[in-house]
């Protein structure tokens, strides 16, 4: 201490000092009362009860046509007509091409020549054999005779069938001069013009139909997620109907909304791609305003079962801590909050199912987080999901 300064002088100082850290003191305690004095935070909550869900799953794949027939020619020859507008829908046995008939047109007349010929032969040989049959009773022709012309008589109807089956081929050919559409659908282009040389069954097809409606869609899911799936069910945690085909619920690019036709699942594949471990499946929609199209990349909700005595909360409501474990708020009986790890499994729309960490009749903090602490007191309301006009995410606490 300087000695400059006077021993009174020090006393006064000494005496402001104190004065100040009592006046500092002071206003420490008046503060934490203030605190202690807020009211409670309004929050709103709702009391968990079981209740049984539909559980989906959400997969990615792509449509696929459900018949698609390329048209080829069955016989050689020349387009002489193309008989359908491309991009228009035509029904399974229209005409699309005529090939140039004449030359099957003349194997017909020739292939009818000779079953005529066989037939006329056949009627000389069995006059022939009707006789012989009297003669040989008579003993006027040997035996031998008689043979010979039982065989000729065979030989002579066995002609005429293959003359009839040769016929039949060459009408069958003069048909096939008319390109007919295997099934029903839209046609694409065509890729031969009038005049051109078609040959049969050519690598190259003259036009591809494809049929709209319905309208496969090809998912693709983890084949991991698919046994914990299938091991549930078996262990009786979801229950599965074996006997109905899975609903599934579409979200299609450039459509507002879900697509308004709802589907069912087809089949599983029993091979998984190993290249990407996942296992292909098959759901067939309907398509009757031709909004989906092949190739379209979507979106699948798909129920996978159903889950009884589950415990849901609103998402809102469950709160993701740093190391990313999950945890909610709840009030005790003394209107007080208090947090509780919990685990979460699966999203129901706009709702967590709750594995461990609940019970029934807890009641769980949905709007209000930011106004709770460890044993605070809150006033608290009942949930309405209807009212919340906007989900606010919920930070740590």
């Known amino acids: 201490m300087p000695q400059f300064f006077h021993k009174p002088i020090l006393s006064c100082l000494l005496a402001l000092s104190m004065i100040g850290l009592a006046a500092c003191d002071g206003e420490k305690k008046g503060t934490t009362q203030g605190a202690q004095a807020f009211p409670p935070g309004d929050v709103t909550f709702v009391t968990v009860a079981p209740e049984t869900v539909t559980l989906t799953t959400e997969l990615s794949g792509r449509t696929s046509a459900y018949r698609l027939a390329e048209v080829r020619p069955q016989v050689s020859g020349i ?17 699309l091409y ?3 008939p004449a030359t099957y047109d003349a194997a017909v007349k020739s292939a009818e020549a000779d079953v005529a010929k ?6 000389g040989i069995q006059a022939r054999a009707n006789r012989y049959t009297d003669l040989v009773k008579k003993s006027t022709v040997s035996k031998q005779e008689y043979d010979d012309v039982l065989a000729s008589l065979a ?13 039949q081929t060459a009408k069958i050919n003069m048909e096939y001069t008319k390109v007919i559409a295997p099934i029903a659908g839209r046609i694409g282009k065509s890729q031969v013009t009038e005049g051109a040389l078609v040959t049969a069954n050519q690598s190259t097809s003259l036009t591809t139909i494809t049929q709209l409606d319905p309208m496969y869609v090809d998912l693709n899911q983890s084949s991991a997620d698919l046994l914990k ?15 109905k085909k899975a609903n599934v619920t579409l979200t299609v690019d450039g459509i507002k909304g879900d697509y308004d036709q709802p589907g069912e699942m087809q089949f599983s594949d029993v091979t998984v791609d190993s290249s990407t471990g996942d296992v292909q499946l098959r759901a067939v929609f309907p398509n009757p305003k031709l909004e989906l199209y092949p190739g379209s990349f979507v979106r699948a909700r798909v129920e996978i079962g159903t889950k009884d005595n589950a415990l849901l909360v609103p998402n809102q409501s469950v709160v993701r801590e740093p190391d990313g474990s999950a945890s909610v708020w709840v009030i005790s009986e003394n209107n007080t909050a208090a947090k509780k790890p919990v685990t979460v499994s699966q999203t129901v729309q706009d709702r967590m199912i709750i594995e461990t960490g609940l019970q029934a009749g807890d009641k769980v903090i949905v709007e209000g987080l930011q106004k709770v602490a460890p044993n605070a007191p809150v006033k608290p309301s009942p949930y309405n999901a209807n009212d919340a006009k906007s989900a606010t995410p919920a930070s740590a606490h």
């Open 98 to 100: 005529q090939i140039d």
């Open 118 to 123: 066989a037939q006329a032969n056949l009627q």
């Open 229 to 243: 799936m299938r091991q549930a069910a078996s262990l009786g945690q979801i229950q599965q109907d074996d006997d």
């Open 79 to 95: 387009i002489q007509k193309r008989l359908f507008e491309e991009g228009s829908d035509v029904e399974a046995g229209q005409q």
């Open 155 to 167: 030989q002579a109807k066995a002609q005429v069938m293959s003359a009839q089956a040769a016929l």
